[in-house]
């Protein structure tokens, strides 16, 4: 799966800071797994014609004095080929 649009963010302002997108994604053309000889590039992702698409929920939060931050990633829906959102 690739992105394809962002379609909401936000930042709110706690303690510590939260992020959260929704985004889209899409089925891509890249081979699942293998070794990679060098790093990807967008060129190497295309989307796939008439692939799947879904919505997902990506939120993360600075780390409160922390060198890491968390990150979670939650399918909302997925999106009916043909079908917009």
Partial sequence: MIPIK???AQAKPVNPMKYSMEVLY????????????????AEDCRLKQGGT???YEVV??????????????????DIAVGKGI
């Avoid at 899409?26 to 590039?41: H, N, P, Y």
């Avoid at 993360?60 to 829906?77: E, S």
């Fill in 6 to 8: 962002v379609l909401k």
């Fill in 60 to 77: 993360w939060h600075n780390g409160n004095k922390r060198l890491h931050a968390m990150i979670a990633v939650k399918k909302i829906r």
């Fill in 26 to 41: 899409g089925e891509s053309t890249c081979l699942k797994g293998g070794l990679l000889e060098r790093a990807m590039v």
């Fill in 53 to 55: 698409k879904a919505l």
